[in-house]
């Protein structure tokens, strides 16, 4: 990033800030012919960094009230990141056939994700109302869980900067078991 300064005299000492933070990491030059300074940031943005401001201020230290300043918003892409969850209010640990269950895909990306794709013990899972799976982009549901359902979780999300997979999340379903015991008795 470049930020030039003309007309202070002397050549205005320039400073770079984030959201406030002063940076320190650059190089000024200043020129006696124009008084122009210009002062070069080496900066390499994150994705922290998306929608954060950043300002070049131009300051003449021997006057008061000389501050100018410019500031660009930051427009960072990045991959997606993605994190796995499931629905409010669902007990893991008492999860039983014939449930409904439904997981939340929680997807953080620059540019927004154009697909997301949800696995099942590393398949593909494929939507079908009439067998009671739902799929609405960034939400699975299961209507009447059952046994075979059970197993790992997990979402994909893609964006042009690449793909992203969330977190896994192991679902074990609960059945009844319905066993006949019989006793014999023999008479000695």
């Known amino acids: 990033m470049v930020c ?3 007309g202070s005299r002397p050549p205005a000492k320039i400073t770079w800030w984030k959201d406030g933070l ?3 990491n650059a190089q000024q030059m200043e020129s006696n012919e124009g008084n122009i300074s210009t002062s070069t940031l080496t900066f390499t943005p994150t994705q922290r960094d ?3 401001a950043l300002m070049c201020r131009a300051e003449n230290t021997n006057l008061s009230n000389s501050v100018q300043e410019d500031e660009i918003k930051l427009n960072v892409y990045y991959p997606p990141t993605l994190r796995l969850e499931l629905g409010k209010g669902i007990n893991p640990n008492d999860i039983e056939e014939g449930d409904n269950v439904y997981f939340e895909c929680h997807v953080n990306s620059n540019p927004p994700a ?3 794709v949800w696995k099942h013990n590393g398949v593909p899972i494929q939507g079908n109302t009439r067998a009671g799976v739902i799929l609405i982009t ?3 549901a299961y209507q009447s869980i059952q046994r075979p ?3 790992n979780y997990s979402c994909v999300a893609s964006n042009v900067e690449g793909d992203g997979t969330s977190n896994i999340i192991t679902l074990n379903v609960m059945c009844e078991w319905h066993s006949t015991l019989h006793i014999q008795f023999q008479t000695r």
């Open 50 to 52: 998306n929608n954060t």
């Open 4 to 6: 030039q300064s003309a």
């Open 138 to 140: 960034q939400n699975l």
């Open 22 to 24: 002063r940076l320190d």
């Open 149 to 151: 359902q059970a197993g």
């Open 114 to 116: 154009y697909k997301v």
